[in-house]
């Protein structure tokens, strides 16, 4: 099994900034595509912002606020999210998929975080 464990979430004012961070743990191969994504009361999860092989996306309503990296090493992504207003508060996942061992045989995973609260007063 792969467990993900997010960090970093709390409360801050309009135009404040947060650091989140995530780590996938367990007997893991290989990690691909690392993201975060956030769901808001009464609305669908969505996408915040990805990455793998050194390529990132993200969505058009954090673009030039937030910054997604990882370190492969420590199979790690932070999401560093500036300019934080309002419309950002959401509860925040963090998802990893790739290879890990089961056994003597590599597996597919794709884990999902419990999730850390982002709260943005105004």
């Known amino acids: 099994q792969v467990q993900v464990v997010e960090s970093g979430g709390g409360l801050v004012q309009a135009g404040g900034s947060l650091r989140l961070s995530c780590e996938a743990s367990?007997?893991?191969?290989?990690?691909?595509?690392m993201g975060w994504y956030r769901q808001a009361p009464g609305k669908q999860r969505e996408l915040v912002a990805s990455?793998?092989?050194?390529?990132?996306k993200y969505a058009d309503s954090v673009k030039g606020r937030f910054t997604i990296s990882r370190d492969n090493a420590k199979n790690t992504v932070y999401l560093q999210m500036n300019s934080l207003n309002p419309e950002d508060t959401a509860v925040y996942y963090c998802?990893?998929?790739?290879?890990?061992?089961?056994?003597?045989?590599?597996?597919?995973?794709?884990?999902w975080g419990q999730g850390t609260q982002v709260t943005v007063s105004s």
């Open positions: 998802n990893a998929d790739g290879l890990y061992w089961r056994g003597i045989t590599g597996s597919p995973f794709d884990s």
């Open positions: 367990g007997m893991i191969i290989s990690s691909n595509t």
């Open positions: 990455i793998e092989s050194g390529s990132t």
